[in-house]
Nanobody, 124 residues
Framework: QVQLVESGGGLVQPGGSLRLSCAAS????????MRWYRQAPGKQRELVAH???????TYVDSVKGRFTISRDNGKNSVSLQMNSLKPEDTAVYYC??????????????????WGQGTQVTVSS
């Protein structure tokens, strides 16, 4: 299967910046779409941003102009640069990806994987 590992969360003051990173590992053939979700306490998980293999991006309205998603196809990684952070951005952020991988028998299979999540807290 394919594993995703996030890094870069932490505590930051309002107006500050953080950069989240997510690296995929495994016998990956191709990653189609990479996404960042977040889930605040008591709320549903929401899609924050996604990026296709060709570099097309979309963002939830609340982060447009403040967050930037990018990916490195050669390194099977995705990042989320978060600027002008607000207290309402506080959440656990999850990386998600889907695509194709080779199993132990070299058979091409579809995967959809999630990272373990990284906490982002915006507070003074």
């Amino acid at each position: 299967q394919v594993q995703l590992v996030e890094s870069g969360g932490g505590l930051v003051q309002p107006g500050g910046s953080l950069r989240l990173s997510c690296a995929a590992s495994g016998n990956i053939a191709r990653i189609s779409v990479m996404r960042w979700y977040r889930q605040a306490p008591g709320k549903q998980r929401e899609l924050v941003a996604h990026i296709t293999s060709g570099g097309s991006t979309t963002y939830v309205d609340s982060v447009k102009g403040r967050f930037t998603i990018s990916r490195d196809n050669g390194k099977n990684s995705v990042s989320l640069q978060m600027n002008s952070l607000k207290p309402e951005d506080t959440a656990v952020y999850y990386c998600n990806a889907d695509g194709l991988y080779y199993d132990s028998g070299s058979t091409l299979k579809v995967f959809g994987s999630w990272g373990q999540g990284t906490q982002v807290t915006v507070s003074s």
